[in-house]
Every structure is written in C-alpha cells, then in structure tokens.
C-alpha cells in the first residue's frame, strides 16, 4: 500500500463536500478517479497529497512527502525561470549541484520531447509543452506517488492524446502509483489500471474496476 482513505469525510463550513470516501492505492497501480463536478475528487487528491485533512476517518501514507509529486490543471511553473531551471528546482533543493540537477532536468525534458526546448521560458511555450515541463518536473524527482488533478483539461483533444501517450510511458519506465482526477472516461479507461467513479454531491464510490489498461 503506497496511499489509502479509509472512510474519509470532509466537510467545508458546515457543508459535506466528500465521503464517506475510501480508496487504496498499491504500488504501480495507476487509478483515475472520475465523477460529477462538485463530487470531491480534488479533494481526495488533496488528502492523498496532504494537503488537507479530513474530519472523519483516516489518511495513511507509506510514501514522505518528499516522495510524493503533485501536478495541478494549471501548469504552477516560475515564469521567470526557463524550462531547464523549472524542472532542476525540486533537485537543487534536495541538494543536488546546479550542474548534476541542470542535466537530469535536461534528460527529463528531453523524455517528455521537449529537447531543444530548455531555455525556454512558460511564456514562450504552448500549454501541452507547458504542461509537459510540469510533468518532467513532477517526475524527475522518482516520486513514489504521483498526484495528477486534471492534468490535460486545458489542452485540445491532438495535443491530449500525445501526451497521454508520452506520459504512459514514462509512467510505465518509472511506475509510481498514480491518482489522477479526469472529466474524460475515455481518458480514464485508456491510461488507467483501475477507474474509480464518485457519485454527486459528497462523492461516494459508485464503482471501482480494473481498466483494459491493466490488462497485459
Ligand atoms: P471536484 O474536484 O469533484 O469538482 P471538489 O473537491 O473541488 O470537487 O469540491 C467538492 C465540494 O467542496 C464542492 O461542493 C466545492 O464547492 C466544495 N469546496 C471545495 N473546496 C472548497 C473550499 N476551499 N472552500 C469551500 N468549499 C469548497
Ligand atoms: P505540444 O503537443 O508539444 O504541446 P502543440 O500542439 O501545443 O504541441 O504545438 C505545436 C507546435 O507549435 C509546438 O511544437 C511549438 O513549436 C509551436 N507552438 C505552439 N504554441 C506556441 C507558443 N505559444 N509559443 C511558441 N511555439 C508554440
């Protein structure tokens, strides 16, 4: 067990936003978590990441925060810094030389096919290269879990599918337990292992499968 809610609830001034809500995620599993707007998915990816905590019931984490990656809809990347320094910063604040965390972001960037791209700042990129930089960043780290809200919303269905390609392989190479919140059922069923589906109003499991993906 790498994450598990076991019979979260989370309630915001008064009003029940999520749960009871269980979900356990086993090392190399690779869950999509899909449901109506307001059902408390983000929420769940929150109390995964440890971000928030529930008032009921009980989050239990195998990986440190330290092992955890969180990547949000809306690429967070410093727009002052380029693409190469965005994705070394998680590795020069774990201690790495600028040199040794420059390369590795470079190799990491160049894995997400963003090689000759390293000077770039966010602003000269498109979104699904921005994006891009926020998984290599994400990634590059070896997290044990990786947290993804949304990630592909914002981009048009071509650039979508090319990244999700791009970024099931490198998951494959890497295989860190994954969480991903998605609109996209077609999405949820072509990268995930298993899809979990919240009910409305305070998300409940309505059902928990295993996806063609997981299938060899
Ligand atoms: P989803 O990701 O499934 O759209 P969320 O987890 O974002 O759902 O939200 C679940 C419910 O909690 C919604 O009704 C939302 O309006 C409410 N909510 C989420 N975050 C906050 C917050 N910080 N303050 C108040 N209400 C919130
Ligand atoms: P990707 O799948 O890499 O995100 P896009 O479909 O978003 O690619 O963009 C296709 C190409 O158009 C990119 O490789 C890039 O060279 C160029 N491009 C798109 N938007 C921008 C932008 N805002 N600034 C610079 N180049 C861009």
């Not at 019931?57 to 693409?83: C, M, N």
């Not at 070394?88 to 201690?95: F, K, N, V």
């Not at 998984?135 to 919303?153: H, Y």
């Amino acid at each position: 067990m790498i994450a598990e809610l076991d019979e979260v609830e989370v309630s915001y001034g008064g009003r029940a936003a999520l749960g009871p809500f269980s979900l356990s995620l086993a090392a190399g599993e690779i869950v999509a978590l899909v449901g109506p707007s307001g059902c408390g998915k983000s929420t769940a990816l929150r109390l995964l990441a440890g971000l928030e905590a529930p008032q009921r019931g009980e989050v239990r984490r195998d990986a440190a925060p330290g092992e955890t990656a969180v990547v949000f809809q809306a690429p967070t990347l410093a727009p002052w810094l380029s693409a190469a320094a965005n994705v070394a910063l998680p590795l020069e604040l774990s201690g790495l030389t600028r040199r040794e965390a420059r390369e590795r972001a470079a190799s990491a960037l160049a894995r997400v096919g963003l090689a000759g791209r390293e000077a770039a700042r966010p602003a000269q990129l498109s979104g699904g290269m921005a994006m891009r930089v926020s998984l290599a960043r994400a990634l590059v780290t070896s997290p044990r879990l990786l947290l993804l809200d949304e990630p592909f919303a914002a981009l048009d269905e071509i650039t979508r599918r090319a990244l999700a390609d791009d970024v099931l392989a490198l998951w494959r190479e890497a295989g860190p337990a994954t969480v991903f919140v998605t609109h996209n059922v077609e999405e949820a069923v072509y990268m995930a292992s298993r899809v979990v589906v919240m009910s409305p109003g305070p998300g409940r499991t309505l059902a928990d499968v295993a996806s063609p993906a997981a299938l060899p």
